[in-house]
């Protein structure tokens, strides 16, 4: 049973960093993908990132072309998921959720329904 727990969330000012973690354990197969959604109050659950067991990274269409201020990595040593976020805007105010799925149908999905496991959620706001 795969246990995903997220940290990092806070208060910051626009033009601030922060780093999303995701502690993750339970694995059972050594063929998996994980991803950053986030979600607003009203609003469907939006994919960020995803990142494979082997390390290809994907970036959601709708922030392509943002990419350098969303940077997903995995530290398989210590199981643990991040997102880097960079030059924050008050519009990346949002609960943003780890997720993971094992042997996916997919890779890189961001379809949320493609994904098994969950976090409780971390919230971003961010201040102008």
């Known amino acids: 049973h795969v246990q995903l727990v997220e940290s990092g969330g806070g208060s910051v000012q626009a033009g601030g960093s922060l780093r999303l973690s995701c502690a993750a354990s339970?694995?059972?197969?050594?063929?998996?993908?994980m991803a950053w959604f986030r979600q607003t109050p009203g609003k469907e659950r939006e994919g960020v990132a995803a990142?494979?067991?082997?390390?290809?990274?994907?970036?959601?269409n709708s922030l392509r072309s943002e990419k350098g201020r969303f940077t997903i990595s995995l530290d398989n040593a210590n199981g643990t998921l991040y997102l880097d976020v960079h030059s924050l805007k008050p519009e990346d105010t949002a609960m943003y959720y780890c997720?993971?799925?094992?042997?996916?149908?997919?890779?890189?999905?961001?379809?949320?329904?493609?994904?098994?496991?969950w976090g409780q959620g971390t919230q971003v706001t961010v201040s102008s």
């Open positions: 997720a993971a799925e094992e042997r996916p149908r997919v890779a890189g999905t961001f379809v949320p329904d493609e994904y098994k496991y």
């Open positions: 339970g694995f059972t197969s050594s063929v998996y993908c």
């Open positions: 990142i494979d067991f082997d390390g290809t990274t994907t970036y959601s």
